[in-house]
């Protein structure tokens, strides 16, 4: 079992700057991919940026260059930098992350954070 716990939302002006962290902790062999997602008012959960047990990464088209993505592997932990912010980023940021079983090397299962609820206004 993993327990994932979420930081760092907030409410910040249009072209402001926020970071996501998550940890993971609990019972487990391995993580292996991590990710963030978003859900605004009335809308699907959408992948924001995904980064990989090798470090590589991807982003949604809406983000790419003012998002980052990254991972301390001895912590855990995903990060989300959100810089250039703009109102159609509101939306509550999961954290997602695959681990490994520890029991069982075959199987893998997801996870997800409780949310953070990230806000751009003036």
């Known amino acids: 079992q993993v327990q994932l716990v979420e930081s760092g939302g907030g409410l910040v002006q249009p072209g402001g700057s926020l970071r996501l962290s998550c940890a993971a902790s609990g019972s487990f062999f391995s993580i292996n991919a991590m990710g963030w997602y978003r859900q605004a008012p009335g809308k699907q959960r959408d992948l924001v940026a995904r980064i990989t047990s090798g470090s590589s990464t991807g982003y949604v088209d809406a983000v790419k260059g003012r998002f980052t993505i990254s991972r301390d592997n001895a912590k855990n932990t995903v990060y989300l930098q959100m810089d250039s912010l703009k109102p159609e980023d509101t939306a509550v940021y999961y954290c997602?992350?695959?681990?490994?079983?520890?029991?069982?090397?075959?199987?893998?299962?997801?996870?997800w954070g409780q949310g953070t609820q990230v806000t751009v206004s003036s």
């Open positions: 997602y992350v695959q681990a490994t079983d520890a029991v069982d090397s075959r199987r893998k299962y997801d996870y």
